[in-house]
């Protein structure tokens, strides 16, 4: 996990742009009290997610100009019912910025310890040790494999 703090004129979002995206991923992935597990606001996980989005900032920027736009004002200063309706406003927008905020919180999200602890995962990264894969059917790859080449062979030397 990143351990990163910024002071906050170091970093790329403005305060104001930073509460907007904490309210955003909390309506995102909430914390759940029946599963004893941290929403995506939670501190840990959301210095994560700043300490991540910094090379795509602009974008981040961007997507929550969209969500203030679709939520008619700003979307931190909403009550929680509707920051979800907005939260859905933007995730039905089918906006490409929608897909990289999701993708970038997931990536936090599930990269902190209790998270996967809650899914009964050791909280470690894959190699060396890997994890147990169920074995598949692999006849579903049998419309890939009857497909024709689309690709040219290297030339010969």
């Not at 602009?58 to 200063?77: M, P």
Request: with cysteine.
């Amino acid at each position: 996990m990143t351990n990163h703090l910024f002071i906050a004129s170091d970093h790329p979002l403005a305060i104001h742009e930073q509460r907007t995206l904490r309210d955003l991923v909390a309506v995102m992935i909430p914390a759940s009290s029946e599963y004893a597990i941290p929403g995506a606001d939670d501190e840990i996980i959301f210095a994560d997610i700043l300490a991540t989005l910094v090379p795509m900032a602009a974008a981040v920027r961007e997507a929550l100009q969209h969500l203030n736009r679709l939520a008619g004002s700003a979307f931190a200063d909403l009550d929680p019912p509707a920051q979800r309706e907005a939260g859905e406003q933007f995730r039905a927008s089918g906006s490409p910025l929608v897909a990289a905020v999701a993708a970038l919180v997931v990536q936090c999200y599930y990269r902190d310890d209790r998270v996967m602890r809650s899914l009964d995962m050791e909280p470690r990264p894959p190699f060396p040790l890997g994890f147990e894969i169920e074995e598949g059917d692999w006849a579903l790859l049998d419309p890939v494999r009857a497909r024709p080449k689309m690709y040219r062979d290297p030339p010969k030397q």
